[in-house]
């Protein structure tokens, strides 16, 4: 998927799961989820996505997205594949529903911290 290759490539693949998402740089997480982070666990692999998608369709299908990263815990950030939110990050969670993060992909990867880091 195009959207989402710069995070397929090297050394940006290998180099996520060592990430986490501050929940404060995103006014809807920070409102809305009590964690300060959220670890990322996994790049989906390239051969699995269509899997993953299928596997995750009751929950973001009528959202219209794409998910491409898991977090810690079984919850994925997701890109936006329709016209209408097209690019856009979001973050889906079981307990707490979907939001949209503000920013395309090259914000969210350059606003990710290394675990452990500030947060």
Request: with cysteine; charged share 20%.
């Amino acid at each position: 998927m195009s959207l989402i290759s710069p995070v397929l490539q090297e050394p940006v693949r290998s180099a996520l799961p060592s990430k986490q998402i501050e929940t404060s740089r995103y006014v809807a997480l920070s409102s809305q989820i009590p964690d300060d982070v959220l670890i990322i666990d996994e790049v989906f692999p390239e051969d699995e996505l269509d899997l993953i998608s299928q596997r995750f369709e009751p929950y973001l299908k009528e959202y219209g997205v794409f998910p491409f990263l898991g977090v810690l815990g079984g919850n994925v950030v997701a890109i936006g594949c329709e016209n209408s939110n097209l690019g856009k990050i979001f973050y889906f969670d079981f307990d707490f529903g979907i939001f949209e993060l503000d920013a395309t992909l090259d914000e969210f990867l350059s606003g990710l911290q290394p675990q452990g880091g500030p947060g």
